[in-house]
């Protein structure tokens, strides 16, 4: 019962994305069906197959010493305060891990090695899904770097992208992680195991539902082998982590002005509802009660126990509303309540940037690389943040799928 639940979860995002879909005869079933097998298969790969799990295994433990790396630097510059003596530190002991993941990751980019294993990767995902090599590889990107910079694998095809894959571009970017960004997460106490199979499994995801809800009607430009633009690239090894280091303050100063200004608007807003639930005896009335409550059947269509869909709503909706970290912790302080597949189904579902904030963040990043499409780019927004979305809760629901044959 409960893993046709998760089926009929599947079979109501895929028909709420076809309901939504620009142009429904234009869909190509061929690739959404082979997005999706390409899911299942990534999630079951990691959990059931002995090779599969040693590989994530060994990730999850390559990924813990990193951070163990970082915080080397995070005590010569804060001390004690990064070292939990006198508490935890939330951008401190979270996020300012993120400054020497981006460094580390600029310098594999100026070593090639990024390159190498993306065009890999984005080179296979092209000729299974039947996509264009550019989408598939800014898709293949977004598994390690943020919606701002995997686009710029592909910058200098930006400006000869159809309207679909310039979709398919931006839902990667929503529905995926950056990589320090993901370290943070895990940084928080959430299982290593389960976001580095979401991210793999964010790929295939987001391109389903962006070529779902915005199908290619046009002829591609470009479908031969992407040669990656070298004008802005780094002179130097320290030039190169100095950029990385950069970019990832730059990351941390946005995500922490994001959390201060949304937490606090969030915190007004239930006040204000706390006081008009009070004129109609409704007790501690606030927005999350209210998304949790909207979202609860689409949570037990999942694959969550009804007696579990508001808390999970809740939570999805916390992400949406304000962003996935915000809704990280709050999982974490009732995930004790929560059964297995309900937390598994919960972790994958907030592995993304699909939120409002970041909606606005990834128009203007990929509108500056071609102001001639910031018109188009502005108009898909709003149906990009619903891919996204639906990419996510479909990895949430597979995954919940596949914990129930455990």
Not at 94 to 119: D, E, G, P, R, T
Not at 295 to 307: D, K, N, Q, R, T
């Amino acid at each position: 019962m409960s893993t046709l639940m998760s089926c009929i979860g599947v079979a109501v995002l895929i028909l709420i994305g076809y309901l939504f879909s620009e142009n429904k005869r234009h869909v190509k079933f061929k690739t959404i069906g082979g997005a999706l097998t390409l899911q299942i298969l990534l999630g079951a790969f990691v959990m059931f197959v002995p090779v599969g799990v040693t590989i994530i295994e060994a990730m999850s433990s390559g990924v813990n010493s990193v951070i163990a790396f970082s915080n080397a630097g995070l005590s010569f510059v804060f001390g004690d305060l990064a070292n939990y003596k006198v508490g935890f530190v939330f951008v401190i002991n979270v996020l300012c891990v993120v400054i020497f993941i981006s460094a580390l990751i600029s310098v594999l980019y100026y070593l090639k090695v990024m390159q190498f294993v993306i065009n890999i990767i984005g080179g296979a995902l092209a000729k299974v899904l039947g996509t264009s090599k550019a989408e598939s590889l800014s898709a293949t990107a977004n598994i390690f770097v943020g919606p701002i910079e995997a686009p710029s694998m592909v910058r200098p095809l930006v400006k000869n992208m159809t309207r679909s894959e310039l979709f398919a571009v931006m839902t990667g970017g929503l529905a995926s992680v950056a990589g320090g960004t993901m370290v943070g997460y895990i940084n928080l106490g959430i299982d290593p195991k389960y976001i580095l199979t979401a991210c793999f499994m964010t790929a295939p995801a987001g391109l389903l539902f962006a070529k779902l809800l915005c199908p290619q009607t046009e002829q591609h430009l470009v479908k031969d082998e992407i040669e990656i633009d070298a004008a802005e690239q780094p002179k130097g090894l320290l030039e190169a982590i100095t950029d990385g280091s950069l970019m990832g303050m730059n990351q941390v100063i946005t995500v922490t002005a994001l959390l201060v200004s949304f937490v606090a608007l969030i915190a007004l807003l239930n006040g204000l509802l706390g006081g008009f639930g009070h004129l109609f005896s409704i007790d501690n009335l606030t927005l999350e009660m209210i998304i949790g409550y909207l979202l609860s059947p689409l949570a037990f269509l999942m694959g969550v126990p009804w007696s579990e869909a508001i808390q999970a709503g809740l939570i999805i909706g916390q992400k949406i509303a304000i962003n996935e970290f915000v809704a990280y912790i709050h999982f974490l302080e009732i995930s004790s309540t929560l059964s297995d597949k309900t937390q598994a189904i919960v972790v994958f579902s907030l592995c993304g940037f699909a939120n409002i904030g970041s909606l606005a963040m990834v128009v203007g990043g990929i509108a500056a690389m071609c102001p001639d499409k910031r018109e188009i780019i502005s108009q898909i927004g709003p149906k990009v943040l619903l891919a996204a979305i639906l990419a996510n809760l479909m990895s949430g629901t597979i995954a919940g799928g596949l914990v129930s044959l455990i």
